[in-house]
């Protein structure tokens, strides 16, 4: 069963948004004229991105999302999760907060753990949608006072919004405290990527520029005597580096800002495919995908955080995560791929200009022709027509 929400041309370009049942997920599709996505209601996850680059190519998927409602449902690898209002491990599933012991329970069937918040197992509902005949913007609106959470007694609006153009997506988590008491929040987003005709993640670049990683025991971070979150420094993947057979699942802190803006990259040297993940604050928690059920090792996790695992229960950490009622939150996070051939045009531009580049950095450098690529929600605004049509669903 399939229900049409919204349909716009313009000129050669069409765009559709349908509501459809997929492998008894509640899910919905986006299709424009250079991607394609599905998302599903459960969580306001996204279940697949096919963008189609220059190369034409639009057969895999980017992100390796759940295929079934069993594989939803169980929440193994938290797959493309949105993570709220807490991300990462929540020790004993307690936190102290105005003077008062919050306990909450598993999140998802078969966890014996609390992690990565419960807006991932919550359902959305539709919000505001809207296309230009290019590039799409869907709205997914969840209120947690609807549900109820024991241990999280707050009321919250999240609202999840995706922008899809030709090579880009950007996600959004926004949160509005509609309560009158304050409440902790912090946010993230869980995604696993892969390239194009790539099986394994082993021969992959990684570049994640940064100075410090976390220090933990059962990857709960480290305090020292002074109440400072241990780190130690390093440098590995600050450089563009082969991952091989190293298992990774740790957080990247004090990241190097890049012209305002945090970037991790992605690339096959095979095909010089590059996927780059900007954010504009926060760390970059990474996982090989060691552990799960399903295709280890095939795609890795690379997650934009506002805050550390168990930040609700560091010393002084809480205060700095307090959402105050009418308060506005948003975590913006943005993707970009790029395929061979645009790649090599980059290289071309490059050349023209006598810029130079060194072994692997040819892939990630940027020089005249190759900027940090613009929002995707600035490009929607910018290009947004006079018939643009706008709807919202109840």
Request: hydrophobic fraction near 35%.
């Amino acid at each position: 069963m399939e229900k049409l929400v919204l349909s716009t041309n313009s000129g050669q370009s069409h765009t559709t948004i349908l509501a459809k049942t997929i492998q008894g997920m509640e899910t919905i599709e986006v299709t424009g004229p250079r991607y394609r996505a599905r998302i599903a209601l459960q969580g306001a996850t996204l279940l697949d991105w096919w963008p189609r680059s220059v190369d034409g190519l639009e057969d895999e998927s980017l992100v390796d999302g759940y295929r079934d409602l069993h594989e939803l449902k169980s929440q193994n690898g938290v797959r493309n999760g949105i993570l709220a209002p807490f991300t990462n491990r929540l020790t004993g599933g307690r936190f102290d907060y105005d003077g008062r012991v919050h306990e909450l329970s598993p999140i998802a069937e078969g966890e014996d753990e609390v992690y990565h918040g419960f807006a991932r197992v919550r359902l959305f509902a539709l919000g505001q949608v809207d296309s230009d005949g290019d590039n799409l913007r869907i709205e997914l609106i969840h209120k947690t006072a609807d549900v109820g959470a024991t241990g999280y007694p707050y009321d919250l609006r999240i609202s999840v919004v995706y922008m899809f153009s030709a090579h880009e997506v950007e996600l959004q988590i926004a949160t509005t405290n509609l309560g009158k008491q304050r409440a902790p929040y912090a946010a993230g987003w869980h995604p696993y990527f892969r390239l194009p005709g790539t099986t394994a993640i082993d021969d992959l670049i990684l570049q994640v520029p940064s100075r410090s990683v976390v220090e933990t025991v059962d990857l709960i971070p480290k305090v020292a005597s002074n109440g400072e979150v241990k780190l130690r420094d390093v440098d590995t993947f600050n450089e563009p580096e082969r991952i091989g057979d190293r298992v990774l699942d740790c957080c990247f802190t004090n990241l190097v800002n890049e012209r305002g803006t945090l970037r991790t990259i992605l690339i096959d040297p095979g095909s010089g495919a590059k996927l780059s993940v900007w954010q504009e604050r926060g760390h970059m928690h990474v996982f090989t995908g060691d552990t799960l059920a399903r295709d280890r090792r095939r795609s890795i996790a690379l997650e934009p955080v506002e805050d550390l695992t168990n930040a609700f229960n560091l010393p002084g950490r809480i205060d700095t995560l307090t959402s105050r009622s009418g308060d506005n939150s948003n975590l913006p996070v943005r993707i970009h791929v790029r395929g061979r051939r645009e790649i090599m045009t980059t290289i071309s531009s490059a050349r023209l200009f006598r810029c130079s580049f060194l072994d692997e950095r040819t892939l990630i450098d940027s020089c005249p022709g190759e900027s940090r690529p613009s929002s995707t929600e600035a490009t929607y605004r910018n290009r947004r027509p006079t018939y643009l049509k706008r709807q919202t669903v109840d």
